[in-house]
């Protein structure tokens, strides 16, 4: 576990609660220090919708800032019922499962049906906006039924709609991503200075790899001043270990997690200073006896890739694909102390290294404890083959694992550097540039997916840096009525007009969390509270001698 326990410190600031202003009145800075105007106002919604900011400081040099825009009481929002749409027998593709969107011969088939038995059908064309990567356009169309006042009455319909034979969910139509939408929006705003800061700019995940722990926990253990949740991490048992990061995972220097090659990483240092946004790919080998055989994971079960972007082999792609679980019963992965009490079990070979990279057991079936200091290797499938030539008890086998930047070149982090996954980016170089066929979440033949998690509004964990070389770390609260969320896009012109010069996505939905003093400032999504999460960025007080 990554430890540097410090005090907890007070909250030093006075509190400045500003009224609802119109855009051009003064109002407080942004954490970017630009002074206040219109054009510096939350570009979401109509202009002139009521904007506050409440500014604290948290310690010398780090500042939080709520903003509230918009009104509760916009009427042109409603609850409706969001019918999945089957194949049918005018779709390309009958046997397709049902999914918010489809065809339009399909949604025409569906609505005329749900008229037949007494809905109040309508069909709409989805279309979404160009990114630097993706052109956009029409992604399909989705069959709605009624308007209501409540979520209850939505419910209702869409109870009797089940008994009626069909599916679908209940939805507020302002998680929809119209620009006319009036709100409100709830965001907080995490800005670390380095020219004031004195703490410790930190990434945990916690005492081991394999298990999740809430933002909370994270930042209680190293008695940190705030908090928000960090990378995407497996979640399903069924797509490896719960809390593994699913993307490149470096704490104090070292790699634990290979990066899903080439999408975007957020760097950060324990001084917060040169806080960056980059792409990396890894490579890894083992080597004995002259001979060696690349390695295909780090600290993962193996023949499990979460947001693929692996190794040639890996189905159904080793290109990324977000929230997919890509498989390969042919792999090599390596294990540190750090994965978890033992590692994964299963058919295969295990061997298992002490501190000097000796082979002091050889288990088959896999799994077992790692000695302190020691590492293992895995095999399964025909790698098995493989790692019985190179490893032999009493032998010296070498595991050797290389982060690389855009360019090819190695790259070496410090103790003190600390690298969390990511995608997609958002603002490069101070320009809107939104990548999400690059970082896979354009998935090829389910635009339902991209609808559901590009498109859509949810709740949504941001980070960057300004031009200033501030960190800003950004969480927006979604699905609810209270908070609408935001749509990449629109977490793209949030995170510009913060001022950041580069920014990214980190994980958000029910993951979005940020802390500060031990509470949770945001109103997490998920209906049981604050989510356990893979990892954590943590901002920690001076503390005397460091």
């Given at each position: 576990m990554k430890k540097r326990l410090c005090a907890t410190g007070a909250v030093l600031g006075v509190l400045t609660t500003l009224a609802a202003l119109p855009p051009a009145a003064e109002a407080s800075p942004l954490p970017g220090g630009h002074p206040p105007s219109a054009r510096h106002t939350l570009p979401l919604g109509p202009a002139g919708l009521p904007e506050t900011r409440t500014t604290t400081t948290l310690q010398p040099g780090v500042t939080l800032t709520r903003i509230v825009r918009g009104n509760a009481d916009d009427r042109a929002l409603h609850w409706t019922v969001e019918v999945s749409i089957p194949g049918g027998d005018t779709s390309p593709d009958p046997d397709a499962p049902p999914t918010a969107l489809k065809d339009r011969a399909s949604a025409d088939e569906l609505a005329a049906e749900l008229r037949r038995d007494g809905f109040e059908a309508r069909v709409e064309e989805v279309s979404t906006p160009r990114t630097a990567d993706y052109t956009g356009g029409t992604l399909g169309w989705r069959v709605r039924i009624g308007t209501f006042d409540s979520q209850a009455a939505a419910t209702a319909e869409r109870t009797r709609l089940r008994a009626a034979g069909y599916s679908g969910s209940a939805v507020y139509t302002g998680w929809d991503g119209e620009a006319t939408d009036r709100g409100p929006w709830h965001v907080d705003v995490l800005t670390i200075d380095p020219r004031r800061f004195r703490g410790t700019l930190d990434a945990s995940y916690g005492p081991d790899l394999e298990r999740r722990e809430r933002t909370t926990e994270l930042s209680a253990s190293a008695a940190a001043t705030a908090a928000v949740n960090a990378g995407f991490f497996v979640l399903d048992p069924k797509a490896g270990a719960p809390g593994d990061p699913a993307g490149v995972g470096v704490y104090d220097g070292r790699l634990l997690s290979e990066p899903v090659a080439g999408r975007p990483s957020l760097v950060i240092h324990?001084?917060?200073?040169?806080?960056?946004?980059?792409?990396?790919?890894?490579?890894?080998?083992?080597?004995?006896?002259?001979?060696?055989?690349?390695?295909?994971?780090?600290?993962?079960?193996?023949?499990?890739?979460?947001?693929?972007?692996?190794?040639?082999?890996?189905?159904?792609?080793?290109?990324?694909?977000?929230?997919?679980?890509?498989?390969?019963?042919?792999?090599?992965?390596?294990?540190?102390?750090?994965?978890?009490?033992?590692?994964?079990?299963?058919?295969?070979?295990?061997?298992?290294?002490?501190?000097?990279?000796?082979?002091?057991?050889?288990?088959?079936?896999?799994?077992?404890?790692?000695?302190?200091?020691?590492?293992?290797?895995?095999?399964?499938?025909?790698?098995?083959?493989?790692?019985?030539?190179?490893?032999?008890?009493?032998?010296?086998?070498?595991?050797?694992?290389?982060?690389?930047?855009?360019?090819?070149?190695?790259?070496?982090?410090?103790?003190?550097?600390?690298?969390?996954?990511?995608?997609?980016?958002?603002?490069?170089?101070?320009?809107?540039?939104?990548?999400?066929?690059?970082?896979?979440?354009?998935?090829?033949?389910?635009?339902?997916?991209?609808?559901?998690?590009?498109?859509?509004?949810?709740?949504?964990?941001?980070?960057?840096?300004?031009?200033?070389?501030?960190?800003?770390?950004?969480?927006?609260?979604?699905?609810?009525?209270?908070?609408?969320?935001?749509?990449?896009?629109?977490?793209?012109?949030?995170?510009?007009?913060?001022?950041?010069?580069?920014?990214?996505?980190?994980?958000?939905?029910?993951?979005?969390?940020?802390?500060?003093?031990?509470?949770?400032?945001?109103?997490?999504?998920?209906?049981?509270?604050?989510?356990?999460?893979?990892?954590?960025?943590?901002?920690?007080?001076?503390?005397n001698g460091t």
């Open positions: 324990d001084n917060a200073r040169r806080t960056e946004i980059t792409r990396l790919t890894w490579q890894g080998r083992i080597t004995a006896r002259g001979a060696s055989f690349p390695l295909n994971g780090i600290n993962r079960v193996p023949g499990l890739i979460r947001n693929c972007g692996g190794s040639a082999g890996d189905t159904p792609t080793s290109l990324p694909l977000h929230d997919v679980t890509c498989t390969n019963p042919d792999e090599l992965v390596t294990f540190t102390p750090d994965y978890g009490a033992r590692t994964p079990e299963g058919e295969g070979l295990e061997a298992v290294l002490d501190a000097h990279d000796r082979v002091v057991e050889l288990r088959s079936p896999r799994g077992g404890s790692i000695p302190p200091g020691g590492s293992s290797v895995q095999a399964t499938g025909e790698r098995v083959a493989g790692l019985t030539a190179l490893a032999h008890v009493g032998d010296r086998l070498r595991v050797g694992t290389t982060l690389l930047d855009a360019r090819g070149r190695r790259v070496s982090p410090s103790p003190r550097t600390d690298i969390v996954n990511a995608g997609p980016e958002l603002v490069r170089d101070g320009r809107i540039h939104v990548t999400p066929a690059t970082d896979g979440m354009v998935h090829p033949g389910d635009p339902s997916w991209y609808y559901g998690w590009v498109h859509k509004r949810n709740p949504r964990t941001l980070a960057g840096v300004d031009a200033a070389g501030r960190t800003v770390l950004v969480t927006a609260d979604g699905r609810s009525t209270d908070s609408l969320g935001l749509s990449i896009g629109e977490s793209a012109r949030v995170a510009r007009s913060l001022g950041l010069r580069d920014a990214v996505n980190l994980d958000g939905g029910g993951s979005t969390t940020m802390v500060a003093d031990g509470a949770v400032l945001n109103s997490p999504s998920d209906a049981t509270g604050e989510r356990p999460v893979g990892d954590a960025l943590l901002v920690l007080p001076h503390r």
